[in-house]
């Protein structure tokens, strides 16, 4: 058995048994191999970033790692940005990188490079390089392990083609197991229950595995038994949300309105969330957004076993699941007339299926779809965890392989989705059921807001040129079409909520132009 | 004046005056003073890959540097692909990345990353992170000189945003300035010349900056006045070749290839060109191509003053321009009938026009590209230097914006445009007279082949699927009216010959899809 047929098993056996690809003359045994251990699912990307974007989606609602396949250093580097996206979600990715043989190196051929400098930046806890083709399994699970964390993490394996080709001693105990999370000090337990029972104003600030269940219930126990105030990471990895479960409010991605939120906090707890910091600096404003005098007492961090930090924290407390508060189910009205921001949102509102997966990159003109889908069925949102745009199109891409009984709704924008467009393919390719609402603004919309927030004096014509996505006019209608993806444009409310309708009724993937004016 | 107008006017003043970018939050100073300074040229790209492989071809052809602004470390990544075709092409490209404000950095917001390891990767000669203001322009200045080099490079300058923002001092005096090339040891030039003299079979590799002219008609007086076999690089960054010119021949891809072109030589003298190497390693092949017995000799390696060693070396032979043997103005016939990679590359052979510029990545489908153009009128030929693909397009957008009064002809297959499809509407915004001739044969036609070469064993149908491009097919008629350029569909080499002639004879971009059977 070669390398590569033995690291596909070892992978296989550990429960890794999807991996989006794009891969080339150094993979090519990978991929023949796909052939003799069919219990792994290839899935073609024509782009990295959808195949890194995708595997993060996947991790995202599977739980567990699906791996990648990028060729060398500028296949790497194609991936990077949807890899950070995926290290900033914590989401489990084993990320294999194919390599020149071994021997080949020293020979600085055209596509040499240093894959390990690169894969740094998205692998800080663990890049392994494979040498000899009897480590490869060890490495491989080695790999997997780490992945899985806690916390979960982006594992990049380099491997070299030799290793690929060469026979394989196969190795069937990982030489490092996925390790248990540490569990909590219950001093912190203690310190935070003695906060929350202070009668000062606290804020829990959540994120991580706990907006989901069954942490999410005992947040909202905890939250309603003590007035605690309840706020998440601005973007989370995975929120669950809708009606019957406990509602958690996403921090604002403008500081200022951030601010608001946190104002006249006493106590700021941590649990599975790092402090609250600006996206970005702004020329004399604070970058920690905690505000002055408040205490930040972290129950768990990333790392830490927060669920169980949290059922230990519930019990310490007495609440129980009949103390929280729920969501309402409500669902916007139809909307009509004029299409809008607000009329986009209010329609995906009105429409969103029962356990839908919605991938939101929508950006400014995605303001009002948390409001307006907050009572609406239950369902997952999947954030934009690392800011770097060009997640929306692949996670959904991800989702729907991991999710293949669930609808998933790609909630995006003009300008995010220009850098990963061909996963609109691999959802025609793979056949998912995956509707994307397009939201055409014909702009980098939160640009012209940060060029006015940063301070730029006195910017002109020349610098707005830099920040429009017209003329020419985008058509994403023909884009879809071009990638093999029915299409239609709405230019009004009511021909977004028939074209959405038949959209989400419609198995396979499908499009939807929305085309709106920019709210900035 | 704050940092990024002072960065801007140091840059324009030494000649860089076009940047492709595209900004972020980070960099909005930098976009505002576009206003300010309108000596730059902003040059708006909707993916990095596109705005890093425009850099790579103006400089190609400008030859002083572009310069490139980039979001942090995912727009960096997004990037890498193509810097790395321009760093083997040894192409001056001035690397601008943002990055958070300094004192922002420690909170690790959500785009945070270690952007120093990725450029170390494209730019391990230069990468410099200014920390204060006042070095600003004198960084740049040194990041200009690097980039220049000898030889050309990638010069990555880090650029935080408070160091935007934030008053600068002006330096006028360069740090460093543009080192001249070492002059080449006259022994070197002495030993070169003894070969060429032996009577034994010499080849002469040659690449770089002399397959241009004026070093050009010296090699080619060189070959013919000592029967030197005279070939080049497989992928030279910018070959000048056509009717009249001396004609040099392109190693293969193929080690296969590569081996009969070299079969025989006692002697190879590189000019310019590193040893010939095989692209990839096979099991149970050489990497390095230089046969048996064969003496290998460098007269000039790409840090060296080639051309200046090359004049040494035809003065000290005595030979001269009217040796050189040049090639015969000749063009296909125009072809007619079924389309296919051959008859595709008659056509471009029948209608290239005088001036031309093909950035050539037809790979596969463009086999017989060289043929059937070898003697049409005068042109440049600009290869995929680093074999990352994705070029071809962006490469076409720097070149048509470096010579606005040439014609430029993107020469490229599906499967690479894919990577970088986004440089259509940057030819459509900024009006450039790009024809793109769109090989469609369905497939990633080289890894079915290489799939064969490196010996996968046993590969099936799930191995084939991760190598095509349907189904769904990619219409690109629709993919290029979607990002705003007229586009046909030719299905026949007689409609192909007529929409071609159209397109060359329409300014601004066009887009001539060729549906052609993979000939592997």
Redesign the interface.
């Known amino acids: 058995m ?1 390398g590569a047929q033995a690291l596909i098993r070892a992978l296989v056996a550990r429960g890794v048994d999807v991996c989006f ?1 794009n ?4 993979e ?2 990978f ?6 251990v ?1 219990e792994m699912r ?1 899935v ?1 990307a ?2 990295e ?1 959808v195949a890194t974007g995708a595997a993060d989606g996947y991790g995202r609602m599977a739980e567990r790692p699906a791996a990648t396949l990028l060729h ?10 949807n890899l ?2 995926a ?2 979600a914590h989401t489990p990715v084993v990320n294999i990188v194919g390599d ?2 071994t ?2 190196k020293v ?5 040499e ?3 390990d ?2 894969a ?3 692998s ?1 806890g663990f890049v392994r390089r494979t040498g000899r083709p009897d480590d490869l399994v060890a490495d491989a699970l080695d790999a997997v392990a780490a992945a899985i964390g806690p916390p979960g993490q982006v594992a990049t394996l380099i491997l070299p ?2 290793v690929s ?1 060469s026979e394989a001693t196969i190795t069937t105990a990982a030489r490092r197991g996925a390790a248990p999370a540490p569990a909590v000090d219950e001093a912190r337990v203690e310190q935070a229950a003695k906060v929350l029972r202070s009668g000062e104003p606290v804020g829990l600030f959540v994120g991580g595995r706990v907006v989901r269940e069954p942490s999410l219930t005992q947040l909202g126990a905890v939250a309603a038994a003590t007035g605690a105030r309840l706020l998440c990471e ?2 989370p990895a995975r929120l669950e949300r809708g009606a019957g479960r406990v509602p958690v409010e996403r921090l604002g991605y403008l500081a200022e309105f951030a601010a608001v939120q946190l104002d006249g906090l006493a106590h700021l707890v941590l649990v599975d969330a ?1 402090s609250p ?5 702004y ?1 004399g404003k604070a ?2 957004l905690v505000p002055e005098g408040c205490t930040v007492h972290t129950l768990a961090g990333p790392g830490d076993d927060a669920p169980g930090a949290l059922t230990a924290l519930v019990d310490l407390l007495g609440v129980g699941p009949d103390d929280a508060v729920r969501q309402p189910a409500a669902r916007p009205e139809t909307p009509s007339g004029e299409l809008t921001a607000q009329t986009v949102c209010a329609a995906l509102g009105a429409l969103l299926p029962e356990g839908a997966i919605v991938s939101d990159e929508g950006n400014t003109s995605g303001l009002f779809a948390a409001g307006a889908t907050a009572g609406a069925p239950p369902h997952d949102w999947l954030c934009l ?4 745009i ?1 997640q929306g199109l692949p996670v959904a891409v991800g989702a729907a392989v991991a999710c293949p009984d669930r609808p998933v709704i790609a909630f995006e924008s003009d ?1 995010s989705a ?2 990963t ?2 996963s609109w ?1 691999t959802m ?2 793979e056949g998912l059921d995956v509707t994307t609402i397009l939201l055409n603004n014909g702009s980098y919309a ?2 012209n807001m ?2 006015d927030r ?10 707005r ?3 429009r ?1 017209e ?9 879809a ?5 029915p299409a239609s444009r709405a230019t009004t409310a009511d021909e977004l909520v028939d074209q959405l309708g038949r959209a989400l009724a419609t198995p396979g993937p499908t499009v939807v132009e929305a085309v709106v004016p920019s709210i900035i």
């Open positions: 070669n690809m891969p080339g003359t150094s090519m045994h991929v023949a191999a796909l052939d003799q069919p290839g073609l024509l782009f970033g060398l250093g500028p296949g790497l580097g194609n991936g990077v940005a950070h996206n290290r900033r020149h043989a021997y080949h020979y600085d051929a055209q596509l490079s240093d894959i400098a690169v740094s930046n998205v800080p083609a030799d080709w601005t973007f790092a910091v600006s996206f970005f600096a020329p970058s920690d965890t690392g800011g770097a060009g300008g220009l850098y467009l061909q393919w025609a390719s939160v640009l940060e060029l940063v301070g730029a004096e006195a910017s002109g014509p020349r610098a040129r830099m920040l996505l003329p020419p006019a985008l058509d994403f209608v023909a884009l079409n071009g990638m093999g993806v």
